[in-house]
């Protein structure tokens, strides 16, 4: 940018309006705009910024709406992908798109934190609680119970870590897994449909994709096991939706603890929020303080190294 030019910068998608809390922001030559909720109009809101901070996938940036931004010059994503950026149509625009660091730990943990609250059946125990009430429901344990993965990297094996901690079995299964590949991590490589017909949990750990999308639907829930509790704290397109709500309906499992949902944030009107056998919480697998020091931390960095006419971490 020109010398002693101030550069406009947008933060989108700051929620819990916490993101300047986090990284050297007034190090920054820069006037500093944070929408802490999500955008109605993503062209007319984002005109005249010189840089976008966005969080995640939360807004997307398909090539009509990067056509329709000319000030844009720097596109910062936190994470180190960006399915919701069309990165060559940034290309072609003269925008450059960098990234930030990412933990995969906090992911891993609210994995089981899903499991144990619906294997315990805490929120119901929580809400009996506050109104009074004393052990209104039977829980079921995880020890000696299967542990299956749909996807064995880097947060399926941590979760398959964790899994054997508590003494369960783990299998896994994805398109490309094989048996050498599973054993490092003590997991048994099955076939998809014994996946789904053994497991007493299953977790999901897949990149969303073409692949991927609507890999887990109607056939594949009917095939669980009654008692079985599904977990999704990877992208909710993994699950056809409409196909749980009513496998949950017809209790064809016992329940399903959510991080991710197609539409986000979630309808308030969503017929999942009425289940007692779905356990819910707002995509807050990877919201941990330790994350956003990295993902704000690092954006800086990318501001500045852009300022400087060096850009650092391209997303290619």
Partial sequence: MPYGEIMRIAILDDYQDVALTFGDWDSLKADITVFTEPLTDVVGQLQGFDVIVAMRERTRFPAEVLDRLPDLKLLVST???????????????GVVVSRTGYLG??????????????SRNLPQEFRS???????????????????????????????????????????????NLTPEKAAPHGVT???KDELFARSDVLSIHLVLSGRTRGLVG???????????LLVNTSRGPIVDESALVDALRRKEIRAAALDVYDVEPFPADHPLRTMDNAVLTPHLGFVARETYEIFYGDAVEDIAAFQAGEPIRLME
């Fill in 189 to 191: 490589a099955v076939a």
């Fill in 79 to 93: 994470g180190p992908r960006n399915a919701a950026i069309d990165v060559p149509a940034a290309k072609r625009n």
């Fill in 105 to 118: 730990e906090p992911t891993a943990e609210h994995t089981w934190a899903l499991i144990l609250a619906a």
């Fill in 129 to 175: 609680m506050r109104e009074g009430g004393w052990q209104t429901t039977v829980g079921t344990m995880l020890h000696g119970k299967t542990l299956g993965l749909l996807g064995l990297g880097r947060l399926g094996a941590g979760a398959a870590k964790i899994g054997q901690a508590f003494g369960m079995e783990t299998i896994a299964w994805s398109q």
């Fill in 218 to 228: 109607a056939a594949e829930l009917a095939a669980m096991k009654p008692s079985a």
